[in-house]
């Protein structure tokens, strides 16, 4: 952190997401401020704090005059103010344009590869490039310098690179995609695929979790457009522009907010073991996601029955409890997959529930991080089986939870967490024999295993933590832009 204050100092800041890193909402004559839980936050505040940055970001809460002044602007944090949210307000066609539509029926699916067919509205393209356009004209006129240092977060801005480039050339533009990236043929079928990538080829540097996002984008973009692609340094040139596309793997911090902690009962095991009627002595399993498809929140259920069935003496001695944050609801696609998981759930309770508790515990309802805490300290066992997933951070907070070396993580190695933990025991959630066979070795493994890999993971986690990933791309960009005041070259 100290390295990076020195790096940033004067430095002229932008960072764009499309959630903002607080929430104004009037409460009839009150002003309510809401910080909601986000990993982002967490890395890019420092960031934001050390150089009086600026955050722009889709207004989600209140568009009070009291709030926001006349340009949209508001400090924070608010009880001691340190740097600017600037707002975007978009109307309801535009949301739901940009961000439903394009952003995660089409996007979405399409980089995840969970066999969901993306949807491709050329209506919704259109507020995607508007919305994007209109994110471009707040950072450039929120920009103090002409050559600002500008941090584009994830999918919802593909065409944000080129269009700040193309007002502010000398900016240093840093884009991270928080999703994977798929291989070109699964790319080809967006309609507006080479708009994306030299969308995104506006950027100085373009991040990704993993070093196979990397190989795959830079496969797609060498397959797409009329690119120089060199692939010993990983650097793309394109219209007269050098992005250099690079792996950044995100992570939590480290140590874990010493809050989490205060406002953690002691004994988490025994807590909510009774919070849930379960007897002391019952083995805990522990999911926790967005009730997203990618999650394969199916095929974990799939997996606990199977478990059942070829380990019956685990019937009634094991609880997994699945807390499932509702997300996207309006989306079709995530109605329905609610009420698969919600139907399967029950189909599974009904066949083992006669002998003691029932197997699957499914709470579909936010969880502050507390609760979220005791419920990872409390467990035998911690399920990660996503189809497919950027990093996956639920596997690192369980890890970074557990002080006490115990529990297990099983964890799908279709994350990028994987890549990172190899001492989880990895998995294909599709396939469940092979999944119940590693729930079976987590619920019999001796403790000393427990904490030998457990002391691994956690080693990792601490070293790179989320301050790390913030301030390797910062350090990128401090030496792109030291080399570009050499060669007079823009950054
Ligand atoms: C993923 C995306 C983020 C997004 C988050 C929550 O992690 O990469 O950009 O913010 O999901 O989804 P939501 O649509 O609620 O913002």
Redesign the pocket.
Known sequence: RTILHGELRGEDVIVVS??EPYIHQRRGERIEVHRPASGLVTALEPIMRACSGTWVAHGSGSADAEVVDKNDRVAVPPENPAYHIRRVWLTPEEEAGYYYGFS?EGLWPLCHIAHVRPIFRSSDWTQYVAVNRKFAKAVVSEAKTKNPIVLVQ?YHFALLPKMIHDELPDATIISFW??PWPNPESFAICPWREEILAGMLGSSIMGFHTQSHCNNFVDTVDRFLEARVDRESFNVSFGGKLTAVRRYPISIAWPPDPELLQKTVPDCRSHIRQLNDLPPEHKLGIGVD?LDYTKGILERFRAIERLLELNPNWIGHFTFVQIAAP??TGIDEYQHHEAQVRALAARINARFRSRGPAPILLKIEQHAPPQVYEYFRAADLCFVSSLHD?MNLVAKEFVAARDDERGVLVLSEFTGAARELPEALTVNPYDADQCAAALHLALSMPEAEQRDRMRLMRGLVAEFNVFRWAGRMLLDAATKRRRSRVTDQPG
């Open positions: 499309n959630r995660n994830d928080h999703i967005r997300t996207r950027g």
